[in-house]
């Protein structure tokens, strides 16, 4: 009896879901057709295209923070290597080691301060600031299916007041559902009115407060790094005068910016010694051969080879609370920060068998291509690019695997999702939620009702029990979920 009951419950929630869906979309068609007038808030229309447009910004923003910390963290890499070379380059018994190696150290060491500064007091607090955004844009889009209800049933009740011939009771009925409409628009309405022209406020604040920060983190930054540079300076130059006997004189060539002289050039003396003049000197970049090191002596490499890294964690994802927790925030600081280049290709069948004496050939042949590789990768400065295969799938099956677990989901079934909050639901066509609840992600049957930032599922408990979608299926937010597979 119990169960009777429940499933009696459940199709008279789908029928009143069904009928309200209809009765919205009738009012909207109505409304567009201009047969039925819309209430209209001009003063809320402007909280909600300020809220747009501060919604726009401070995405905007956080994007090219996150861009200039990659900058910030790609420019601590290069000065890392670049000081790495002059240590290796450096040799022990010059003077001055052991100051450009203590300096080197501070330089690594601003880096990270400065990088670490900036995520704590910029990007964590860009974060914090957008988290509020998504709760009140789904508030604001649940305003509006309200004011539909509200303007339907207004109408609905006045259409039955003038009728010819009067229904008392259809006109009793009519009018307790206008001023239950009313009621949960206008507390919905009073809320938003209070809430969007006190954040629409708070972006001047936000706004100060971050570039300030920015600003102040820049200013240290660079006043420290002169310091340490001016130290490098100082050390150089010590063993400049050390080693000053040791000039490195250089050729002169013209200028690409002057055109160069037709001189002839003099006859060589009679000995066979070459000629020299002050003029040839001083100009260009090339060393003399007394310069230059013997034959077969071996030049110091560079240490510095680009380090490929981990790939980017996907992006934070925002709660529907005003505040960010700080697990589900990106930090930039970490080694997970460089990007990995990935390309990925469908498998491709495997070529055919060869004849003996070819297959020895293109092995030995792939053999040499593969240490040419190597050894040009090795010596290469630009970061490699990881080629990953993944098996073909047709229709969520993969090749020559088993078929998918979608079988036994529900009809057009998308995707998983994990309560991550609990959800009291205020409408008739919407699941309660608690966090933990799986829900399994379905489309609308009409795209045109799905309202942005709701999604349309039904409980995994629900399905797995009664196996009827009709009678479990509701709309939720989306930002108080996440997906899981």
């Known amino acids: ?229 001016q130290n490098l300076h100082d050390v150089l130059l010590g063993l400049d005068k050390q080693y000053s006997g040791n000039a490195f004189p250089v050729k002169a060539q013209p200028s690409d910016s002057t055109p160069a002289k037709a001189n002839k050039s003099p006859s060589p003396p009679p000995d066979g010694s070459p000629i020299t003049s002050p003029e040839t000197k001083t100009a260009n970049h090339e060393l003399e051969p007394s310069t230059l ?40 600081f970490d080694d997970n920060f460089v990007p990995e280049i990935s390309v990925t290709t469908p498998s491709q069948p495997a070529e055919a068998a060869r004849a003996g004496a070819e297959a020895a050939g293109s092995e030995a042949a792939a053999g040499a291509e593969a240490s040419k590789t190597e050894a040009d990768s090795g010596s290469s400065s630009l970061p490699a690019v990881v080629v990953e295969t993944f098996p073909a799938t047709v229709n969520g099956t993969v090749e020559g695997g088993a078929s998918s677990e979608r079988a036994d989901m529900p009809p057009g079934f998308l995707f998983k999702v994990q309560a991550m909050h609990d959800y009291t639901a205020t409408d008739t066509d919407e699941l309660q939620l608690k966090a933990g609840d799986v829900v399994l992600v379905i489309p609308f049957e009409n795209p045109e009702e799905q309202d942005e930032g709701w999604l349309m599922g039904v409980k995994e408990s629900d399905w797995i029990q009664h196996k009827e979608l009709d009678q479990c299926r509701g709309v939720f937010p989306e930002n108080f979920t996440e997906r899981v597979q």
């Open 1 to 229: 009896m119990a169960e009777l009951g429940s499933k009696g419950v459940t199709a008279g929630k789908i029928a009143s879901n069904v009928q309200k869906k209809l009765t919205r979309a009738q009012e909207k068609v109505l409304q567009k057709l201009g047969k039925a007038d819309e209430t209209k808030d001009e003063q809320f229309e402007q909280c909600v295209q300020n809220f747009n447009k501060q919604l726009s910004e401070g995405t905007r923003l956080q994007k090219d923070l996150r861009t200039y910390l990659a900058s910030v963290k790609a420019m601590h890499e290069a000065s890392k290597k670049l000081t790495e070379c002059l240590q290796e380059v450096y040799e022990p018994d010059w003077p001055g080691r052991d100051d450009t190696n203590k300096i080197a150290e501070n330089n690594d060491l601003l880096w990270t301060d400065f990088h670490q500064k900036l995520v704590d007091q910029a990007l964590l607090t860009m974060d914090t600031y957008l988290g509020q955004f998504p709760d009140i844009k789904s508030r604001i889009a649940k305003r509006g299916r309200k004011l539909v209800d509200y303007d339907s049933a207004r109408h609905h009740f006045e259409a039955l007041q003038t009728a010819k011939k009067k229904d008392e009771t259809k006109i009793a009925k009519a009018e307790e559902e206008l001023v239950k409409a009313q009621k949960v628009f206008e507390e919905m309405n009073v809320d938003l009115q209070e809430e969007l022209p006190s954040l629409w406020n708070s972006r001047v604040g936000f706004y100060v407060n971050t570039f300030q920060s920015i600003a102040g983190l820049e200013e240290n930054f660079h006043k420290e790094m002169s310091k340490l540079n």
């Open 293 to 332: 090191e013997a034959p077969g002596a071996s030049i110091p490499k560079s240490p510095s080879q680009l380090r490929k890294g981990p790939p980017v964690p996907p992006p934070p994802k925002v709660t529907p609370s005003k505040e960010i927790k700080q697990e589900n925030i990106i930090s930039l």
